[in-house]
Each structure stands twice: as C-alpha cells, then as structure tokens.
T-cell receptor
Framework: EAGVVQSPRYKIIEKKQPVAFWCNPI?????LYWYRQNLGQGPELLIRYENEEAVDDSQLPKDRFSAERLKGVDSTLKIQPAELGDSAVYLCASSPHSSGTGELFFGEGSRLTVL | GENVEQHPSTLSVQEGDSAVIKCTYS??????FPWYKQELGKGPQLIID?????GEKKDQRIAVTLNKTAKHFSLHITETQPEDSAVYFC??????????????FGQGTILTVHP
C-alpha cells in the first residue's frame, strides 16, 4: 500500500514569492494533518482536517498561509508571500482515526528554503 | 495549551547498551502518549504508544513507562543496535473534547549508537 505522498520534496524560493505543497494521504484515511518542523525541533501542528472540514486551524498563520482539502482526499498548503522564517520542512500526515489516538502516517516532507 | 519537554537532546551509547529518553507534559488531561522515530530525510514513524490507563507497555526491545501523577513518561531501548540511531520524539494528546487529536511533540533526542 502506498504511503503518504508529498511534493515537491525540495523547494528554494526568494522571499515574498508564493509556494505551494501538495499531499496525497493514504487511501481511506479521513484525517489529514499539516505540520511544520523547524531545524532541530519537533513537528508543530498547522492544521487538521476531518474529511474536507478544517477542524483545527488555530496555529495556521492565516495572514500568509492557506490550506484546502476540497474533496476530502488530496490537500494543498500555500504560503504567500513567503518570509525567511518560513524555511522549514512541511510534513503531511494522515490517520484513519479521528479520536486523537492511533498512529499518524507521515510523508517524507517538503523542505522549503526561503532566500 | 500542552507543553512537552524532552531530555536529553542528544544521547550517545555503545552498541548493546540501554538508552532512556524522558519527557514531561503539562496538561493533566492528556491521555495518549506516542513515541516517533525519525530517520534522516524521512517523516516520523510511530514505534510505540501508551494510553493513560496503562503504566507500562513493552514491544521487544522497546518499552514505555508512564507516571500520570508526576506527568512524565519515558522510552527505554535495550540492547541498542546501530540501526536504532535516529531522532526520537515523544508526544502527547488529548482524546475527546474540543482539543482532541492535537498531538504536541517534544523537541527530539538525537540517539547515536556506536558499533
């Protein structure tokens, strides 16, 4: 079975440019997460979806970040405009559980470098 | 919100020795505590988890203990092998209620096992 697929794996952009990341979760997983992982730190939740509904976006910087999961499957995370401090690895994860327990299956991440 | 502290930040052991990583959490409502292993260039992968109604859980060379009164939990790896070298993250979440599903990670421990 295919795991969580993310693209692109690497992206280098100049500040103020837009960037978008795409995630395809494991088939059948209704819960999808976007995490940001700064160098040497643990992942931090940006947004959680249950199907197409964003049930927790309290930590998403809404002035420049947006996300969507239109059909309850694939998801896109966008940053516009990017700032130097946005350099990080953006991890997508999915889970068949909605209760907050159980395994999260992570993709390999998209590493963003903002120059 | 929940705050998870993890120690040590780096741990170096000889092959065959045991390794112990400790975490403390702040929210007494947290009731689910997973441990993730992250290899270079990969997303985190669940290795073991424990729920608040259990004090200890073991899976081959890996064990986790939980002390709810003191709000701390630990990962124990016995008979370490070079392939155990990775970054390990503890995490905590609340199942149920308005905060369910939000996994808060510790800062990570870089484990190096020397042959």
């Amino acid at each position: 079975e295919a795991g969580v697929v993310q693209s692109p794996r690497y992206k280098i952009i100049e500040k103020k440019q837009p960037v978008a990341f795409w995630c395809n979760p494991i088939s059948g997983h209704n819960t999808l997460y976007w995490y940001r992982q700064n160098l040497g730190q643990g992942p931090e939740l940006l947004i959680r979806y249950e199907n197409e509904e964003a049930v927790d976006d309290s930590q998403l910087p809404k002035d420049r970040f947006s996300a969507e999961r239109l059909k309850g499957v694939d998801s896109t995370l966008k940053i516009q405009p990017a700032e130097l401090g946005d350099s990080a690895v953006y991890l997508c994860a999915s889970s068949p559980h909605s209760s907050g327990t159980g395994e999260l299956f992570f993709g390999e991440g998209s590493r963003l470098t903002v120059l | 919100g929940e705050n998870v502290e993890q120690h040590p930040s780096t741990l170096s052991v000889q092959e065959g020795d045991s390794a112990v990583i400790k975490c403390t959490y702040s929210d007494s409502a947290s009731n689910y505590f997973p441990w993730y292993k992250q290899e270079l260039g990969k997303g985190p992968q669940l290795i073991i988890d424990i729920r608040s109604n259990v004090g200890e859980k073991k899976d081959q060379r890996i064990a986790v203990t939980l002390n709810k009164t003191a709000k701390h939990f630990s990962l124990h790896i016995t008979e370490t092998q070079p392939e155990d070298s990775a970054v390990y993250f503890c995490a905590a979440s609340i199942t149920g209620g308005t905060s369910y599903g939000k996994l808060t990670f510790g800062q990570g421990t870089i484990l190096t096992v020397h042959p």
